[in-house]
Nanobody
Framework: QLQASGGGLVQAGGSLRLSCAAS????????MGWFRQAPGKEREFVAVINWSGGNTVYADSVKGRFTISRDNAKNTVYLQMNSLKPGDTGVYYCATRRQAYGSASFFYTDYAYWGQGTQVTVSS
C-alpha cells in the first residue's frame, strides 16, 4: 500500500515536497517512482530511484529542479520540487516496482502498485 501526501497549491517559482509512505512489502528491496498526469494528458514519468537509492533518473522537464530520495528506515520516498512551473500541474502518483532490485526504471509498466495520487497545482 502506498500513501502519497504533500501536494497543494503553490505559485510559480515555489517549492513543494511530496512524500509517499509504503507498507506491505520489504520497501528497501524495490525501486520507486513518481509519475504525474495532467488533465487531458497521458501519465508521464517524473523521477525514479532504484532500491538502494544509488541510481536515479529524471525526466528532462524536471532535471535540475526536482530531487527524488528515499529513506528505507522510514519506508518513504520523497520528491522535492523546486522552481515549480505551471506546466508541473497535475496529479502526482508514487509507485513501486513489480520486481525487486535492479536499476531505476522509467517505464510505468514496470510498476505494480500505485498510490492514490496527490494534486499539485502551480499558478502563474
Amino acid at each position: 500500500q502506498l500513501q502519497a501526501s504533500g501536494g497543494g497549491l503553490v505559485q510559480a517559482g515555489g517549492s513543494l515536497r511530496l512524500s509517499c509512505a509504503a507498507s506491505g512489502r520489504t520497501f528497501s528491496n524495490y525501486g520507486m517512482g513518481w509519475f504525474r498526469q495532467a488533465p487531458g494528458k497521458e501519465r508521464e514519468f517524473v523521477a525514479v530511484i532504484n532500491w538502494s537509492g544509488g541510481n536515479t533518473v529524471y525526466a528532462d522537464s524536471v532535471k535540475g529542479r526536482f530531487t527524488i530520495s528515499r529513506d528505507n528506515a522510514k519506508n518513504t520516498v520523497y520528491l522535492q520540487m523546486n522552481s515549480l512551473k505551471p506546466g508541473d500541474t497535475g496529479v502526482y502518483y508514487c509507485a513501486t516496482r513489480r520486481q525487486a532490485y535492479g536499476s531505476a526504471s522509467f517505464f510505468y509498466t514496470d510498476y505494480a502498485y500505485w498510490g492514490q495520487g496527490t494534486q499539485v497545482t502551480v499558478s502563474s
